[in-house]
C-alpha cells in the first residue's frame, strides 16, 4: 500500500505568497487563501517539490528523511543544480567510463560507503514516487561467500536437470523450451565456473567482489522494478566515482527468482521482487580509453495522417 497522506506542512508567517509550490505541486495539495498558500487537498506524493521550490523555506514535508541527503565520505552542498549542469560531456564520460568488474583487490569495503551508494541509489527517480525499492546488504567475504553457496547450489540442480536429454526434451514437447535453452546458452560455461572453482577457488559468479548489494522492490506503484533499477544505475555509475569497481549479478537474479528459499535464507521478505544484484569492490584491472556501443535501433514517429494498409 503506497502511503499518498498529506505530510506537507507551511509555516504562513514565512510564507511569501509566490503561488511557485503551488505550480509544481502534482497533486494538488495546496491552494491559495487569503494571499497565503495553505495545505487543502487529501492526497499528496510526498515528493517534495514544493519544499525545494519555495524560495522562503517555508515548506516542508514531514515524510522525507532530513538524513537522506547527508552522506559519511563527502559533504554535499544544498544547492540544486540548474538545468544546463554540470558540463554533459563529463557526464558522459563518467557513464561511459563505468564498465562491468570482474577482477578485484583483496580490500574490503567499509559499510559506510555500502550506505552511502544505498542513499545515493534512492536519489532516482520513481514512477509517482513510490520508492519502493528495497536494499540488502552483503557488506563483507564471510556475507558474499554463503550467498555464493546458495547460488551455487540452485545452478548445480539446474545443470544436472539440464544434463538429462530425456527431460529437456519431454519439456519441449509441452511447449516449455526453458531447460533446452539454458543448456544450449549456459550450461557449459556454468560447469566450467564449478571447476575452475574447485581446482583454482577461482569465483566466477561474484568474481572475487568483497561485498554486493540485492536491490529489490516492495508491490505497489506503476513501475516498481523499473524504479529499482534507476537505483541501480545510480549505485553503478556512484561506485565508479568513489573509486569501486562493479559488476551486475544476472546468474544470482536468475536463482533468486526461481529458488523461492534462497530469497528466504537472505531474510528477504516473500512479497518484495528481487531486481538486480550489484558486486562491489576496489577494482583490480585499468582500463586506458572508451569504447562504443553496438549499433542501436532510433525511431522518430513524425504525425500525419492515417495509413490504412
Not at 517539490?49 to 547527508?70: G, Q, Y
Request: glycine share 8%; with cysteine.
Amino acid at each position: 500500500m503506497i502511503d499518498r497522506n498529506v505530510a506537507t506542512v507551511i509555516d504562513a508567517e514565512k510564507c511569501n505568497g509566490c503561488e511557485l509550490c503551488i505550480k509544481v505541486c502534482p497533486s494538488e495539495t495546496i491552494s491559495m487563501q487569503d494571499g497565503k498558500a495553505h495545505v487543502t487537498g487529501d492526497r499528496s506524493l510526498q515528493c517534495g517539490h514544493c519544499v525545494a521550490v519555495c524560495p522562503v523555506d517555508a515548506v516542508r514535508v514531514d515524510t522525507i528523511d532530513e538524513k537522506s541527503l547527508s552522506f559519511n565520505g563527502f559533504d554535499l552542498q544544498n544547492d540544486r543544480l540548474p538545468h544546463g549542469e554540470p558540463d554533459t560531456a563529463r557526464l558522459v564520460q563518467l557513464m561511459a567510463s563505468r564498465r562491468s568488474c570482474r577482477n578485484y583487490s583483496g580490500q574490503t569495503v567499509d559499510r559506510s560507503v555500502l550506505e552511502d551508494l544505498v542513499k545515493i541509489g534512492t536519489t532516482a527517480p520513481s514512477g509517482t514516487n513510490c520508492q519502493n525499492w528495497t536494499f540488502t546488504l552483503f557488506p563483507d567475504p564471510a556475507a558474499v561467500a554463503e550467498f555464493r553457496q546458495r547460488i551455487g547450489s540452485f545452478f548445480e540442480k539446474l545443470n544436472r536437470m539440464a544434463e538429462k536429454k530425456w527431460m529437456r526434451k519431454m519439456l519441449k514437447l509441452i511447449g516449455k523450451s526453458e531447460l533446452d535453452d539454458y543448456y544450449r546458452e549456459y550450461y557449459q560455461s556454468v560447469k566450467d565456473g564449478f571447476k575452475e572453482w574447485e581446482l583454482y577457488g577461482r569465483d566466477r559468479l561474484f568474481h572475487g567482489a568483497p561485498a554486493v548489494i540485492v536491490v529489490a522492490t516492495r508491490p505497489g506503484g506503476s513501475c516498481p522494478k523499473e524504479d529499482a533499477l534507476l537505483a541501480t544505475q545510480n549505485i553503478l555509475l556512484a561506485a565508479h566515482s568513489m573509486g569501486l569497481g562493479s559488476c551486475l549479478i544476472g546468474f544470482a537474479v536468475e536463482a533468486i527468482q526461481n529458488d523461492s528459499s534462497i530469497q528466504r535464507y537472505l531474510t528477504i521478505p516473500a512479497e518484495e521482487t528481487v531486481c538486480s544484484v550489484i558486486a562491489i569492490g576496489y577494482p583490480e584491472e585499468k582500463y586506458e580509453g572508451l569504447t562504443g556501443r553496438k549499433k542501436f535501433v532510433m525511431r522518430y514517429f513524425e504525425a500525419g495522417p492515417t495509413q490504412t494498409a
